[in-house]
């Protein structure tokens, strides 16, 4: 359903941040398997996450890495105790933005990480979003 006065979620700016960078042809985009899952047909990768959206913090290190092709892979999501809470559509895209940097989580009771993928974003979880995504592209 087409809402626009309605909030959007931590998966759904996901989705649009990885569409955009896809758009903009960035390498970004070229990270992880999410080109194959981007929630188009919705409408609408790394070690345990630490920090978090508001806190400056980033995601481990993804699954493989430049300094070392052979490392282990490593599910990026495996950290995030809520990770089954993702909808099918988001996975990959949350993937994306977990290895990419952009999303860290949130804290959760108990120092657990959450992902909060149905969660609405906050305005401080934007910014910082937004502002990891512009450092990436420039």
Do not use: H, Q
């Amino acid at each position: 359903d087409f809402a626009p006065n309605r909030a959007i979620t931590r998966e759904e700016l996901a989705s649009t941040l990885y569409r955009y960078a896809r758009y903009l042809g960035s390498d970004l985009v070229g990270a992880t398997g999410a080109e194959a899952a981007t929630g188009a047909e919705a409408g609408t990768g790394a070690g345990a996450a630490t920090g978090s959206e508001t806190g400056g913090g980033a995601a481990g290190a993804s699954a493989g890495s430049a300094t070392n092709p052979a490392a282990p892979a490593v599910d990026p999501l495996a950290g995030f105790a809520d990770r089954a809470e993702l909808s099918t559509w988001a996975t990959e895209v949350i993937r994306w933005a977990v290895e990419t940097g952009l999303l860290a989580g949130r804290a959760g009771k108990d120092g657990v990480v959450l992902l909060a993928p149905k969660s609405e974003v906050t305005r401080a979880e934007a910014a910082v979003i937004l502002r990891r995504l512009l450092e990436r592209l420039i």
